[in-house]
């Protein structure tokens, strides 16, 4: 608007600029020309000046010729005179015009005119009296010398006439000759000459008396010339004219210094004017360059809202180059993210010429939205709309600021962390709702005070000039510290402190976020416990224990000790857990965890390995026999019965005991060796502990061996299978046939598959050999059915990791189908094992099977304490009483009782049963007798090959 008016208001100054301009000139000119003028007039002067001074000067000269009497005079010359004279007055008369010559002039004139025309009258009067004079002189000097040369004439008379002759010539020519003595002279002459008789005497008597009076009249004419006032009259003319031209001359003076002054203050004004117009042109320029680079955006529409000019910051803002924007509507920015009738009210006020305030939501040629403070002032220039300027200033970044302040303004209310912001002499000048309810305190009752009413006490001063030499060092700080809040509770807080600073680096303000620890240090000293200790029993645990393991190897290294190693694994907990539920088992577990800690010392660490197996590191003991004590102590202190809830549990324990150095250097081989000798006192009948020996060793290197060698049997085509039947005990006729697998390795020689089976268990190989026997089990089953008509199933062990195998059960299916074997000719067996380590999983798939027909069957039932109100859950057909049981059917009641009972229950629940490992006769005479289904064993036939099988039984 500023720069419009500016550039108007110049427009206004050119135009008297100009006009002054002219002025000056004309000024100048018209100076000029009086000048010129002027100096025509002088000129004129000086030649009028000339004049009158040349008719002086003839006057003069006229006067002069008065003087010449009785010499000759040049009468051509005279009249000359008069005719120059005249002429120059005539031409005088002529130069002075009208005007100039005021009424005395005329009246000079006129005067001079009558003077001259006397003077030249009594010129020519004294002209002709001269001449007469000249004569008489002549004819008196002729007459002197006649009468000198008469002898009658006296000497005396001759004196007398040559001194009236004299003195008549000194009369002529001198005013001082009295002529009364001459006439004295010329009386005496006369009475001489009357005496004389010569004529000569009376002659120049009457000669002499008559020029006498000629010259007389001359002295008499010369007089009166001189009472001519020509030269006066001239003079006077002479002042007139020359007191005419002084006033010409000072009015000249004075209109030509009034023209030079007027121009000179044109002149100024001019300058003055070019000196505004010049400073305006640059502030003008200046003005148009900050437009053009200004931040804020200008846009100038015409009236009819067509643009016509558009800055940097324009183009910058919205995306367009002034090319494109030029003579389009400024609506090609409108995003339509505001209301048209937004847009309506603007105009409405810019019609009516008004001035609009306002923001606009526009679009840029990208597409992408910004926001813009707007002004737009109509501009009228002598009271016509000539424009629109809109000036703009682009506040997106404004607007996302103030979106993102609105955010963290709330993230600062809302937060549960308490902040507080003090200024940079630390008082309080904000806290959050977190900080008031953190503390205690209202906004009121803090603001403007330092943060100091938060000291608890619980740090010293030091802390606190430790803390400021941080922020003050590196502008922040971050700590633990314990605060007081408003009631006197101290609470710890960690507290991070954060300089802000200004442009310049001088400090802003500090902000001090602070979180309560009090419940993340209750938490965090309860992860920390259960970081080391076991959540149930709260003994330490495995991570605790090798820690400690490892820190008692050190000591025991140092001081040159033995430490000892238990390694303790609960018989059938698994079968209480998974029977009587994981709420009696972890009951179950706390108090064996409390037996063992009150059996043994408290420097004995011990840790809950992980399910059923405890640790136990003793230090300082005397000889190993004081283990032997230790471990029976503990082995009686557990098998004490234990009343759960309704349950009565009777529970014993297996250990393995490993010593420092002797089995073991280090944390790893010691526990590896304690484990191996736990699982010795398991196969050893369970309920005892046993040492570790070099025998445990050297089964773990035979392990080791098993393994490396079976990394290829399988490749190598190694294993292969036998066929052992399975038949009806009334009638002894094949029912089916059970596939166990053989190995047979060039190193090794034959390895049974309770040795490698575990093993593969382990390694997880027996995932691939499963799916060989399967396979092999099925080619061959396929082959047996069509030549022995009686053979009803197969029977194939399936370890529980197989189960873990996804592809397990669509496999099975595929292979049974591949040797069109119907499933319900398929026998799977699982362990008890397998039945202890239930998964939701394995059951599924146990579901799987059987909803697809397969046959399940319990293998080695009675080994593993497997309750038959447990098994009615799940999805079984067959179970097959363990050999353990057969082989003392004939001599251990007990057996045979068990054996009876699993019998008689599997038939209420409708199971088939089968006895596994009949060796002789009078075994599969009880089984039978008891109602035993089927049967298998060496007695009816060892596990043999395929075709042995085809040759005995078709
Ligand atoms: P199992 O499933 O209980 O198999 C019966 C075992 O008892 C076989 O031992 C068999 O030879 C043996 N046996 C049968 N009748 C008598 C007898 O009258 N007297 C004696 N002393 N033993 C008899 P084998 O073949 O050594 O298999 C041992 C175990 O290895 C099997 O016990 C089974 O658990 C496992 N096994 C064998 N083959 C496979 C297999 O292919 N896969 C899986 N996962 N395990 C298998
Ligand atoms: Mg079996
Ligand atoms: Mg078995």
């Known amino acids: 608007m500023v720069i419009l008016h500016r550039k108007l208001s110049l427009n206004m100054y050119k135009t008297p600029f100009n006009a002054i301009t002219l002025i000056f000139i004309f000024i100048l000119t018209a100076l000029f020309y009086y000048i010129y003028t002027i100096d025509n007039s002088n000129a004129n002067y000086t030649s009028n000046d000339d004049k009158i001074v040349i008719l002086k000067l003839l006057d003069k000269d006229l006067d002069n010729f008065l003087l010449h009497n009785a010499n000759f005079t040049n009468y051509d010359d005279i009249n000359r005179k008069y005719e120059t004279f005249e002429h120059i007055l005539h031409e005088l008369k002529n130069d002075l015009n009208t005007d100039m010559m005021h009424k005395g002039m005329r009246d000079t004139f006129a005067t001079i005119i009558q003077n001259f025309q006397n003077k030249r009258e009594d010129i020519e009067h ?31 008379i001759i004196n007398d006439i040559d001194k009236i002759l004299f003195f008549i010539l000194q009369y002529s ?5 009295d002529k009364s003595s001459i006439l004295k002279y010329l009386d005496s002459l006369n009475i001489h000459a009357n005496k004389s ?4 005497l009376p002659t120049f008597y009457q000669q002499a008396k008559l020029m006498l009076c000629t010259l007389s009249s001359l002295k008499k004419i010369s007089a009166t010339i001189h009472t001519h006032q020509l030269y006066a009259s001239l003079q006077e003319l002479h002042t007139s004219l020359h007191s005419i031209y002084e006033q010409n001359l000072h009015i000249q003076k004075s209109i030509a210094l009034f023209f030079f002054v007027s121009a000179i203050l044109i002149l ?17 320029q200046a003005f148009k360059y900050a437009m053009q680079h200004s931040d804020n955006t200008v846009v100038i529409t015409d009236p009819d809202r067509h643009i016509t000019f558009v800055n940097e910051a324009f183009e910058k ?30 105009n409405e006020k810019l019609d009516d010429g008004e001035k609009w305030e306002g923001q606009f939501i526009n679009k840029r040629k990208d597409g992408s939205l910004y926001y813009e403070k707007a002004s737009i002032v109509p501009v009228f220039l002598n009271d016509k709309l000539i424009n629109y300027l809109a000036i703009k200033l682009d506040i997106t970044e404004f607007v996302e600021q103030n979106l993102k302040l609105a955010q963290a303004a709330t993230v600062f209310d809302n937060t549960e962390e308490a902040i507080v912001i003090s200024n940079a002499h630390n008082d309080i000048i904000s806290v959050n709702r977190a900080f008031m309810s953190m503390y205690g305190y209202e906004e009121d009752e803090i603001m403007g005070k330092k943060l100091t009413f938060l000291h608890s006490g619980k740090q010293g001063k030091l802390f606190y000039q430790k803390m400021w030499a941080q922020i003050n060092s590196e502008d922040q700080w971050r700590g633990k510290l314990i605060n007081v809040t408003k009631t006197g509770e101290q609470i710890p807080v960690w507290m991070s ?6 442009k310049k680096g001088a400090i802003n303000s500090y902000t001090a976020v602070q979180t309560d620890l009090r419940e993340l240090e209750s938490s965090q000293a309860r992860v920390e416990f259960l970081a080391y200790h076991d959540d149930l029993t709260g003994l330490s645990n495995r991570i605790n224990f090798e820690d400690h393991l490892n820190h008692a190897i050190k000591v025991a290294t140092r001081i040159k000790e033995q430490l000892a190693l238990f390694f303790i694994d609960l018989d059938r907990f698994k079968v209480i857990n998974d029977t009587l539920g994981h709420d009696v088992g972890d009951t179950l577990l706390t108090t064996i965890a409390s037996r063992l800690q009150s059996t043994l010392r408290e420097s004995d660490l011990i840790s809950r390995w992980g399910g059923d197996e405890f640790a136990v590191i003793l230090e300082e003991f005397g000889k190993q026999s004081d283990l032997a004590l230790v471990a029976n102590n503990i ?9 759960i809830d309704d349950h009565l549990l009777n529970i014993t324990a297996s250990i393995g005991i490993a010593i420092f150095p002797e089995d073991g250097k280090n944390s790893n081989t010691l526990m590896k060796h304690a484990d191996s000798a736990m699982y010795l006192a398991k196969d050893s009948g369970k309920n005892n502990f046993q040492y570790y020996t070099d025998e445990l060793s050297k089964k773990s290197k035979k392990k080791l061996d098993i393994d490396m060698a079976m990394q290829d049997a399988l490749t190598n085509g190694e294993f292969y299978l036998h066929f052992q039947p399975q038949y009806d005990l009334s009638t002894k006729i094949i029912k089916g046939v059970e596939a166990l697998i053989r190995w047979n390795n060039p190193k090794l020689g034959f390895i049974p598959p309770n040795e490698f089976i575990p093993i593969a268990e382990d390694t997880g190989r027996i995932i691939s050999i499963g799916y060989f026997v399967f396979e092999e089990a099925c080619k061959a089953f396929s082959k047996m059915k069509a030549k022995i008509q009686t053979l009803d199933t197969l029977s194939v062990n399936v370890s529980s990791i197989q189960f873990r195998e996804e592809h397990l059960f669509d496999t099975f299916v595929a292979i049974a189908n591949r040797y069109q074997i119907p499933s319900y000719q398929i026998e799977i067996e699982i362990t008890e094992r397998f039945i202890m380590e239930q998964t939701d999983k394995n059951v599924t798939l146990l579901h799987n099977f059987r909803n697809h027909g397969f046959l399940i069957s319990i293998d080695d039932f009675g080994t593993g304490y497997s309750s038959m109100s447990y098994l009615k859950k799940l999805p079984i057909d067959i179970i097959k009483i363990d050999k353990s049981f057969i082989d003392d059917i004939t001599d251990d009641h007990a057996d045979f009782e068990v054996t009876q009972a699993i019998i008689a229950l599997s038939k209420k629940l409708n199971y088939k049963i089968i006895a596994e490992g009949i060796e002789l006769q009078v075994q599969e005479d009880i089984l039978n007798n008891e109602g035993c289904d089927l049967g298998q064993g060496y007695l009816f036939s060892r596990p043999v090959n395929y075709e042995e099988i085809i040759k005995n039984y078709s």
Not at 173 to 177: E, K, P, V, W
Not at 635 to 643: G, H
């Open 173 to 177: 020519t001198s005013s001082y000759i």
């Open 268 to 284: 100024i004004s001019l300058l003055i004017m070019q000196y505004y117009a010049h400073k305006r042109q640059k502030e003008l």
């Open 126 to 156: 004294f002209k002709s009296l001269n001449a007469s004079l000249l004569n008489n002189v002549h004819f008196l000097y002729d007459l002197q010398a006649s009468i000198a040369d008469e002898p009658m004439i006296s000497e005396e």
């Open 317 to 346: 803002s919205s995306g367009y180059s002034a090319t494109e924007a030029m003579g389009e509507n400024p609506s090609i920015l409108k995003s339509g993210e505001q209301e048209a009738s937004y847009y309506e009210a603007m």
């Open 497 to 502: 402190i954060k300089v802000i600073r200004d």
């Open 197 to 200: 008789s010569s004529e000569l």
């Open 635 to 643: 082995l009686d202190q557990l098998k004490l019965p234990i009343q």
